[in-house]
């Protein structure tokens, strides 16, 4: 994910997402006192950190905000600056994490960030050793979605093959029981786990224009292409989404561009704790 600009403006799929589990599960997570510390996974351009985790939390001592990505890293530093807050480039599922963040953080969050991560023993084990003990972690992110699918279509056309996509499905879209594999991840990792749960979710995008965009922002085979390609690119990848039994389209106008899309996914929700005694 690395078009900042265009995911700025079409976003609103992960943040309805976000939103729900901020509103049903952020109290799961809870603050002793003022002044602790925190640590957001993942923060894209930094809109939904700023605007929507940090006015619901207590005053806070430090908070590090962490992406893979430079480009976003820089748009969430001129656009979404806010003392206290820092934002870095990191990849959590680095082979080592720096000094300064071991044992450090009361709270880690994630929204629609780790199933980018293919590594995700090393990146839960990496979370674990961030935590302070008794910290706690709250996150969310994709464990199914149709659009891998369409993904994994697009990969076998000729023109496409050379852009492999394995890297960028959530590595539990295809498990039979993804749930219960996190948990026992967790629970060898040392979390106490008090909610690791699939959630079925749903999002009715209102025309073509918006569906397009907002797939286009998060596309991780877009930015290969070469400019003159993206238009074909595009033009299949909806061919493929217009044939796929769980994409829902209604016209309502007689025009196709105002068709709405509604597309489904589960999200997993997690809130775990690192024990006391470690």
């Not at 990146?123 to 961030?130: E, H, T």
Request: net charge negative; hydrophobic share 40%.
């Amino acid at each position: 994910m690395d078009l900042p600009q265009l995911y700025a403006k079409y976003n609103e799929l992960q943040k309805t997402d976000n939103m729900f589990v901020l509103d049903n599960f952020l109290d799961v997570s809870q603050w002793q006192m003022e002044e602790e510390t925190a640590f957001d996974i993942g923060c894209g351009d930094g809109k939904f950190l700023i605007e929507h985790l940090v006015p619901k939390l207590p005053n806070f001592g430090k908070f590090v905000a962490c992406d893979c990505s430079e480009k976003m890293i820089e748009f969430a530093r001129k656009k979404y600056y806010m003392p206290r807050v820092d934002f870095v480039k990191f990849d959590v599922s680095s082979d080592e994490i720096p000094e300064e963040f071991e044992n450090s953080f009361n709270h880690i969050y994630s929204f629609y960030a780790l199933h980018w991560v293919r590594k995700q023993r090393k990146a839960f084990k990496n979370i674990f050793n961030m935590l302070k003990p008794g910290g706690d972690i709250l996150l969310c992110f994709i464990a199914k979605s149709t659009i891998y699918d369409i993904y994994e279509s697009l990969s076998k056309y000729q023109q496409w093959q050379q852009y492999s996509v394995k890297e960028y499905i959530s590595p539990y879209h295809h498990l039979q029981d993804p749930e219960s594999h996190l948990e026992k991840l967790l629970k060898k990792i040392g979390f106490e786990i008090k909610v690791c749960k699939l959630v079925r979710r749903s999002f009715l995008f209102p025309n073509m224009e918006v569906f397009t965009n907002t797939i286009t922002a998060v596309n991780p085979v877009i930015p290969k292409l070469p400019p003159d390609e993206v238009k074909t690119y595009l033009q299949d990848f909806m061919a493929e989404v217009k044939s796929h039994k769980k994409v829902i389209f209604e016209n309502l106008n007689n025009n196709n561009d105002n068709d709405t899309v509604r597309e489904f996914h589960k999200i997993f929700v997690v809130v775990a704790k690192k024990p006391l005694d470690v």
